[in-house]
Nanobody, 123 residues
Framework: QVQLVESGGGSVQTGGSLRLSCAAS????????MAWFRQAPGKEREFVAR????????GYADSLKGRFTISRDNAKNTLYLQMDSLKPEDTAVYYC????????????????WGQGTQVTVSS
């Protein structure tokens, strides 16, 4: 089992920036594909970004490309999400997710979640 603790959320004005962090427990963080999701009030949880264990493969939701940057530091067991040029529609609870890992050539999905961190963007 992996425990995930998000931090770095808060309130900012339109155009501002925030950097979210997700600290993971355990010694296998470096083998996991990690992701960020978000959930706005009254809406379904949606995908934000994903990063492979080696950071060699990164993907973003199309609507967020160019403003958000996902990264990781395997030595620190930490996942990051740099959010720039924030808009009111970015207001949501942001969740860290362990998506899965490779066992040999076979991908094994997981679904561990953090408790979330609130991001509020005001106009």
């Amino acid at each position: 089992q992996v425990q995930l603790v998000e931090s770095g959320g808060g309130s900012v004005q339109t155009g501002g920036s925030l950097r979210l962090s997700c600290a993971a427990s355990g010694r296998t963080f470096s083998s996991y594909t990690m992701a960020w999701f978000r959930q706005a009030p009254g809406k379904e949880r949606e995908f934000v970004a994903r990063i492979s264990w080696s950071s060699s493969s990164i993907g973003y939701a199309d609507s967020l490309k160019g403003r958000f940057t996902i990264s990781r530091d395997n030595a620190k067991n930490t996942l990051y999400l740099q959010m720039d040029s924030l808009k009111p529609e970015d207001t949501a609870v942001y969740y860290c997710n362990v998506a899965g890992y490779y066992s040999g050539s076979k991908y094994r999905p997981l679904n561990y979640w953090g408790q979330g961190t609130q991001v509020t963007v005001s106009s």
